[in-house]
């Protein structure tokens, strides 16, 4: 079992729709949680983290944790094509461990 | 502010060569990581610097690799010789513990794309 689950996708929602990514992971201990965001050819960048239960927000992006369920989620309201990329959920203290990330394809 | 840069930005090697991969943090990050991505896996880590120091060297795949960061700045990692399996892409992060809340951002790099023939 890999220590990060993600569905390589792609997703592929509409524009203006939301986008539901969602990451499962197997270390109980993990404390802090993070999403990057991938485009092709380019470096991640940290879109969010979250640290504990419940829901963060912050503009269009929502991230979700339950760690009894041991979930972590990214919400992406009004979805653009720009928002078109590759998501990765990552989880740890400095030495982070990925999931294989999701793509997402939003069409206009 | 500059982030992180990665040199080169490709690189293809013979397989028995050497390479060495170089990753500039953002000014001021004591902390430096370096992680790959082979093709269809996920990012994994391979180490990390605190300042010149080594902190976590557990993700280095064997002795062919050998990373340094002499001064606590720049830092590079080279590998000798080179094999089929290290082609991927190389990232760099680098990270500066925030304040009261210890909250840590990595930020990374473009990557550097090793093809080993």
């Known amino acids: 079992q890999k220590e990060v689950e993600q569905n390589s996708g792609p997703l592929s929602v509409p524009e203006g729709a939301i986008a539901s990514l969602n990451c499962t992971y197997s270390d109980r201990v993990s404390q802090s949680f993070f999403w990057y965001r991938q485009y092709s050819g380019k470096s991640p960048e940290l879109i969010m983290s979250i640290y504990s239960n419940g829901d963060k927000e912050d503009g269009r992006f929502t991230a979700q944790l339950n760690k009894a369920s041991q979930y972590v989620s990214l919400l992406i309201r009004d979805s653009q094509p720009s928002d078109s990329a590759t998501y990765l959920c990552?989880?740890?203290?400095?030495?982070?461990?990925f999931g294989t990330g999701t793509r997402l394809l939003v069409s206009p | 502010e500059a982030g992180v840069t990665q040199f080169p930005s490709h690189s293809v090697i013979e397989k028995g060569q050497t390479v060495t991969l170089r990753c500039d943090p953002i000014s001021g990050h004591d902390n430096l990581y370096w992680y790959r991505r082979v093709m269809g896996k996920e990012i994994k880590f391979l180490l990390h610097f605190v300042k010149e120091s080594k902190q976590d060297e557990s993700g280095m795949p064997n002795n062919r690799f050998l990373a340094e960061r002499t001064g606590g700045t720049y830092s590079t990692l080279k590998v000798q010789p080179a094999e089929l399996e290290d082609s991927g892409v190389y990232f760099c992060a680098s990270s500066q513990v925030g304040g009261r809340t210890g909250v840590e951002t990595q930020y990374f790099g473009p990557g550097t794309r090793l093809l080993v023939l």
């Open positions: 990552a989880l740890g203290f400095q030495k982070l461990v």
